[in-house]
C-alpha cells in the first residue's frame, strides 16, 4: 500500500513538473509535454488551450488542427476542453526501440492567425515488460577435462524497457559445479557466463540442470528464466577462434534482398567432430531477426528484409561458432546502413483558403505548406518553388514551413481561377520531387460598369405605328461576375412636346428592348432624342450610358390639300369660284391655277395634276407639275358658255391618295355676257334649292349682282386711267373701241360669287414646293398692278375688290422638328 502510494506520489511530480514546462516554453512557441506510455486513449497530456491562451471560440470552429507528422495520429485536441490527449494506446518499445529518450513531435496550427505551434510529448517508460531470453532451454556441452574457472558464454536476456526498468542483473541456481559471472561489455551492457565451479565427472553425472534468471530494476521487479541442461563430453581440447574478433561492413539501405553482407570465418584445430564449427547468431534482436540469415555451415550473412535507415541506422549483432565438442567462440558483427535517397519531400497543406476577393492586398496569405524529407544529408535537404504564371510567391515562415501569399494585385476578369502547383525538390542525385496543386478560386468585386456594345444608336420608325412597338435593342455588357454583372436598363429624363419622354417611349429593364408606347406622327415629331442607362446590380452599383437616336419616317397618311379654288361647302354657295376666259383666246392661254399642298414629305409630298373630267374634254388641259388649266385650242362657237373641270391631284405616295379640285369656267366677250352667264346660273341654283332657301337665295344673287356691276364700273374707269399712262396707243385703240366692249380683257378675269373677287389685268405666278409641303409657298409677279387674289377672308372680315396694299396669302406656320 505504500509502495503504489510513493509510485502516485512520483508520477504526480512528473506531471506537475511537465506542466511548468510546458507553460515556460509555451512563451517560445514551443510545448513541451510528458505522458507514460500505455496510457488508455483520451488520457490527459496537457493544456494546450490554457498554455497558448487559446479562446474556446476558436476551438469550437474548428480554427485550431493538430497535425501529427508520423505515419500514425497518437494525439488529439479535445474540442470542447481544449486539452491534448492520447488518440490511442502508446507503446514505447514500440515506438522507440533503440532510443533512449522517447520524444513524439506533433503541430498545433491555428488557422485564423496562420501560426504553427511545435508541441514535443515525451513518452516515459513503465515497467510493462519483463526479461526474456530467446531461448527458454538451453543446451551446454563441457567436456569432462575441463579445468575449473573455465567460462562459457550464456545468452543474453532482453528487456525492451529502459532505464532502471531495463535488465539489472542475472542469477544461476541449481548445482554447486557451476556459478554466474557477468561481464560489462564496452557499451555498459552484462555478459552472463557459466564458471565451471568444479571438476566435471561425466561417469558421476552426465547431466546438469541450471536455471538462469534475468531481473529488471522497476518496482515491482520482473524477472525471466531461461533453463540450461549441461552435457558432460569427453575431452576437447580446441575451441574455434574467428578470424576477427569484430566484423564491420557498411551498406546502402536499397542493397537487394538476397544480397551476402558479410561472411565470418571460425577455425578449430581439432580434427573430425570436435573440429567441424557451426554458426549461429549469439546476440540478435527480433527486428535483426527478420532482417538478416546467417548460413549456419559457411558463415555468410545475407539480408533477407528490406532495409530502412530512417527506421534503423545501424545493426550489432553477434556471432557465435560452436564444433562439435560444444566448444565455442564470439565475435561482434557492426552493420552501417548508408542512408539512400529513397524518399520523396513530403508536402502538406496545413491550411488553404479556396476563395480570394480580387481586392485582397498583396502579401494576403493563401495557404500554409509544411516540407519534410525522411531522408538525411543533401538528400533530405527540400527546396520548395512555384510554377510560374501566377501572381503568387513562397514565403519561408518558421521551420519546415512555407507560406503562399499574392505576389500582385489579382483581376478576376483576367483570370477567375488559378491553379497554384507547388513543387518541392530534394538535394539527392538524381533528384526526388513532389507536388501539390492549390486551386484558388478569385471573388468578384463590382469595379467594371457596363459598356454598350455601340458607341450611340439609331433606329427608324414608321409613323402610325402601333402602340407598344418595338423600337429597337440596346446592349450592354459587364465583365464582372454573378450580381455584379447583372444589367439593368431605364430611361433617361427628357420630354417630347412638352410631356415626360415615358409617354412615348419605355424601356425593358432585362432586355434593353425599346418600345414605343403611343402611334407617332411624322407631322407633329419627326425625331427623338434620348439617352438609355445600363446600371449593374453591385453595391454600389456602376452605370454608363448612350444617346438613341430615333428617326420618324414619314408614311404617306396625308392626301394632297387644295388651296385654291376652294371647295364650294366653304363659300356657302353650290359655286367656290367662276374663271373667266374669252372665246378669243388663243391655245396655251392661261385660265386658272389649281394650288394644292401635302402634309407628307418627299416623295409622298410630291403633287402631280391631271385633268379628270370637263365639259368639253378638248378644250383645256392641266400642267402635270404646275397645276396650271391653259386652253388646249381656241373655244368655238358651239363651245358651252360654262365650262366644269375636275382636277386631280395626286401625290407621289405608295399607294397614291389624291384631291379633286372643281373649276367653273365662263366664256364670254363681254361683262354683260358674263353677268348673263352668273345670273342664268344663280337663277338655276335657285331653282333647285327653292324648296330650302329660294327667296333668301335670289335677294342676295340681286344684290351681288349690283354691287359686282357697280365695283366693275368703278374698277374699270381706275383701270382706263391706269393704262392711258402704260400702255398709250393700245389704250387709245381700246377707248375708241368703246366702253362696252371686253376684246382688250385677258381671259383670265373673273368674277367670284363668293366674295366677288375680279381681275381685270393678266397674272402669273410661280409655285415653289419644298420637300416639306408646308414649306410650300406662292410667289406673285410684282410687275403687276394687282398682284393676287387676296385669300378667302375670314366671314366676318369682307374681302376688298382692290386694295392699295398688297394682300398677303394664306400663312402656313413652318414648326421646328422636335430634335
Not at 724 to 751: D, E, I, K, M, Y
Request: hydrophobic share 40%; aromatic share 6%; glycine share 8%.
Amino acid at each position: 500500500m505504500c509502495a503504489a502510494g510513493r509510485r502516485w506520489g512520483r508520477r504526480q511530480r512528473v506531471l506537475l513538473w511537465g506542466v511548468l514546462l510546458a507553460a515556460w516554453e509555451a512563451a517560445w512557441g514551443q510545448l513541451r509535454y510528458s505522458v507514460p506510455e500505455e496510457m488508455p486513449k483520451g488520457s490527459f497530456v496537457g493544456d494546450v488551450a490554457k498554455d497558448l491562451g487559446l479562446q474556446m471560440l476558436e476551438l469550437g470552429d474548428g480554427g485550431v488542427r493538430i497535425i501529427d507528422r508520423g505515419r500514425r495520429q497518437y494525439f488529439s485536441l479535445h474540442g470542447k476542453t481544449g486539452h491534448l490527449v492520447t488518440a490511442e494506446r502508446i507503446d514505447r518499445e514500440q515506438l522507440c526501440r533503440l532510443v533512449e529518450q522517447c520524444v513524439l513531435r506533433c503541430e498545433l496550427i491555428v488557422e485564423e492567425e496562420m501560426k504553427v505551434y511545435e508541441i514535443e510529448v515525451e513518452i516515459t517508460d513503465i515497467n510493462d515488460n519483463s526479461p526474456t531470453f530467446k531461448d527458454n532451454e538451453l543446451e551446454q556441452r563441457i567436456s569432462e577435462t575441463t579445468a575449473p574457472g573455465s567460462r562459457f558464454p550464456l545468452p543474453r536476456a532482453h528487456d525492451p524497457d529502459s532505464g532502471r526498468n531495463s535488465l539489472q542483473s542475472y542469477g544461476l541456481s541449481g548445482d554447486e559445479h557451476f556459478s554466474l559471472a557477468v561481464q560489462t561489455g564496452p557499451g555498459g551492457d552484462q555478459r552472463p557466463e557459466l564458471v565451471l565451479a568444479k571438476a566435471l565427472d561425466r561417469e558421476e553425472a552426465a547431466f546438469h540442470e541450471l536455471v538462469l534468471r534475468a531481473s529488471d530494476g522497476g518496482e515491482p521487479s520482473r524477472t525471466g528464466t531461461a533453463r540450461i541442461r549441461v552435457t558432460v563430453l569427453d575431452a576437447n581440447d580446441n575451441a574455434p577462434v574467428f578470424s576477427q574478433a569484430e566484423y564491420t561492413v557498411r551498406v546502402p539501405e536499397d542493397v537487394p534482398v538476397g544480397s551476402v553482407l558479410v561472411t565470418v570465418t571460425a577455425t578449430d584445430a581439432d580434427e573430425g567432430l570436435n573440429g567441424h564449427v557451426k554458426y549461429s547468431f549469439h546476440k540478435i534482436s527480433d527486428r535483426e531477426s527478420e532482417l538478416f540469415h546467417l548460413d549456419s555451415e559457411s558463415g555468410q550473412i545475407t539480408v533477407k528484409g528490406y532495409l530502412d535507415f530512417e527506421e534503423i541506422s545501424s545493426h550489432e549483432l553477434e556471432v557465435q561458432a560452436r564444433d562439435g565438442g560444444d566448444l565455442s567462440d564470439t565475435t561482434k558483427v557492426e552493420i552501417t546502413v548508408a542512408d539512400v535517397n529513397d524518399n520523396v519531400p513530403e508536402l502538406t497543406v496545413s491550411s488553404a483558403v479556396r476563395e480570394i476577393s480580387e481586392d485582397a492586398p498583396t502579401g494576403t496569405v493563401v495557404a500554409l505548406l509544411h516540407v519534410q524529407d525522411r531522408d538525411s544529408g543533401a538528400n533530405g535537404d527540400v527546396r520548395c518553388s512555384l510554377d510560374g504564371g501566377v501572381p503568387f510567391r513562397l514565403e519561408s515562415s518558421q521551420g519546415s514551413y512555407y507560406r503562399v501569399v499574392t505576389a500582385r494585385e489579382l483581376d478576376r476578369e483576367q483570370e477567375w481561377e488559378y491553379n497554384v502547383t507547388v513543387r518541392a525538390a530534394d538535394g539527392g542525385r538524381p533528384s526526388l520531387q513532389s507536388s501539390r496543386v492549390l486551386c484558388v478560386r478569385v471573388l468578384d468585386v463590382n469595379d467594371n460598369a457596363p459598356v454598350f456594345l455601340q458607341e450611340r444608336y439609331s433606329a427608324r420608325l414608321w409613323e402610325n405605328n402601333v402602340a407598344g412597338a418595338l423600337v429597337l435593342r440596346v446592349r450592354a455588357t459587364d465583365s464582372d461576375w454573378g450580381e455584379n454583372a447583372r444589367v439593368r436598363y431605364r430611361l433617361g429624363e427628357g420630354g417630347v412636346r412638352g410631356s415626360a419622354l415615358s409617354s412615348y417611349v419605355s424601356v425593358q429593364a432585362e432586355t434593353g428592348a425599346l418600345y414605343a408606347l403611343r402611334s407617332f406622327d411624322y407631322e407633329e415629331v419627326r425625331e427623338v432624342g434620348l439617352w438609355v442607362w445600363a446600371e449593374d446590380g453591385g453595391s454600389p452599383a456602376l452605370s454608363s450610358n448612350v444617346s438613341v437616336r430615333l428617326v420618324i419616317v414619314d408614311e404617306n397618311d396625308n392626301a394632297p390639300q387644295v388651296l385654291y379654288p376652294p371647295a364650294a361647302g366653304a363659300s356657302g354657295s353650290g359655286w367656290a369660284g367662276v374663271e373667266l376666259a374669252a372665246r378669243s383666246s388663243e391655245a396655251g392661254a392661261l385660265v386658272a391655277k389649281v394650288v394644292a399642298v401635302d402634309a407628307d414629305a418627299g416623295q409622298n409630298a410630291w403633287l402631280s395634276y391631271e385633268l379628270a373630267k370637263a365639259t368639253e374634254p378638248g378644250l383645256f388641259r392641266v400642267g402635270l407639275h404646275s397645276g396650271e388649266v391653259r386652253t388646249a385650242r381656241s373655244p368655238l362657237a358651239r363651245d358651252a358658255a360654262r365650262q366644269s373641270l375636275v382636277v386631280l391631284v395626286k401625290d407621289h405616295g405608295r399607294p397614291a391618295l389624291s384631291a379633286t379640285a372643281t373649276l367653273s369656267v365662263v366664256l364670254a366677250e363681254s361683262v354683260a355676257e358674263l353677268l348673263a352667264e352668273l345670273g342664268s346660273a344663280a337663277r338655276a341654283e335657285a331653282e333647285a334649292g327653292a324648296g330650302e332657301a329660294g327667296g333668301s337665295l335670289t335677294r342676295w344673287l340681286v344684290l351681288a349682282v349690283a354691287a359686282v356691276s357697280c365695283l366693275f364700273l368703278a374698277f374699270l374707269l381706275l383701270l382706263l386711267a391706269l393704262r392711258l399712262r402704260r400702255w398709250r396707243r393700245s389704250q387709245q385703240q381700246l377707248l375708241a373701241a368703246g366702253s362696252g366692249a371686253l376684246r382688250g380683257v385677258p381671259a383670265t378675269h373673273f368674277v367670284g360669287i363668293d366674295g366677288v373677287r375680279a381681275f381685270l389685268h393678266s397674272y402669273s405666278h410661280d409655285v415653289s414646293l419644298t420637300a416639306d409641303s408646308r414649306k410650300s409657298h406662292l410667289r406673285f409677279s410684282a410687275a403687276s398692278c394687282c398682284d393676287t387674289l387676296p385669300a378667302r377672308p375670314p366671314p366676318d372680315e369682307p374681302a376688298p375688290l382692290l386694295g392699295d396694299q398688297e394682300p398677303a396669302g394664306p400663312k402656313h406656320e413652318n414648326p421646328a422638328p422636335l430634335r
